[in-house]
């Protein structure tokens, strides 16, 4: 893989791992500053509705929707070179209108090496399941 | 034409052919366009791999029409990016008694390895509520 301070594949998937970490820890925090820092400027996230948000929509979402990771996420992480895709799902409890609603969703993100280190560039959710859904 | 944009036309090329085989329900063409490892998120926020993603193709999914807008393709080294919204028109296992009767559309999420025939790695569907 070309080199983000890595030596070899593993080495990727842990510092990969670790920014997933972080991208969590700030989202159950509301650290705007660190997902600043995480996500790159092209960054854009497809929320469960199939909204597309820019990287500064998307802060300010995680800032309007509080949210914290209520199980820990079975995380499959592949790379490609510069580029890394990491899927796996993930349950969340989201504050709406002061109530808390526990979801599941999927989600998949694509990491790429900028700059020498691991910054997100997509992010894409798609709700669990519910009732009468299909396809 | 640089080599890179001869690649795109072929991977907006393989595209085609993939919505055409999966309209068509040519599961063999199907097979033939994805890696291995092919890994798919479906609007239920089901993973499935390359075997099962055929099987509840082939069990449960009729495309009757696909249509791909607002199209973007990025090459990232080794693979592309390629996102689009998708409106199918599709019957469902159970549902529509398999009339083409259910509309949906998809912000879509396609990875190709370019090095490795263009062959597509991942895909997640999100359905646009």
Request: glycine share 8%.
């Amino acid at each position: 893989m070309t080199e983000p301070g890595a030596s070899n594949q593993s080495e990727g998937e842990r510092q990969l791992r670790q920014l997933e970490q972080r991208r969590s820890d700030a989202m159950d925090s509301g650290d705007a500053d660190t997902l600043n820092d995480v996500y790159a400027e092209e960054f854009q996230l497809v929320h469960g509705d199939g909204t597309l948000d820019d990287k500064r929509g998307a802060i300010e979402a995680a800032r309007r929707v509080p949210r914290r990771v209520v199980a820990k996420r079975e995380l499959s992480v592949r790379i490609f070179g510069d580029t890394a895709l990491l899927t796996g799902p993930v349950g969340l409890a989201v504050t709406i209108d002061a109530e808390e609603r526990t979801v599941q969703v999927y989600m998949t993100q694509i990491a790429r090496v900028i700059e020498g280190r691991w910054q997100f560039i997509w992010a894409q959710v798609t709700l669990r399941a519910r009732a009468g859904a299909a396809t | 034409m640089s080599s890179r944009e001869l690649e795109g036309q072929n991977l907006m090329h393989q595209i085609e052919l993939f919505d055409a085989a999966l309209v068509a329900g040519d599961y063999e063409c199907l097979r033939r366009c994805v890696s291995p490892n092919y890994m798919m998120i479906n609007p239920l926020a089901q993973r499935l791999n390359k075997e099962a993603w055929l099987g509840w193709l082939r069990r449960d999914i009729r495309y009757h029409r696909i249509e791909r807008n607002q199209v973007s393709n990025r090459v990232l080294g080794a693979v592309w990016i390629v996102t689009s919204e998708v409106r199918a028109v599709m019957s469902v296992a159970g549902l529509s008694n398999g009339e083409p009767g259910i509309h949906h559309t998809f912000r879509t999420e396609l990875w190709v390895i370019s090095a490795d025939g263009l062959l597509l790695e991942h895909v997640h569907l999100t359905r646009m509520e």
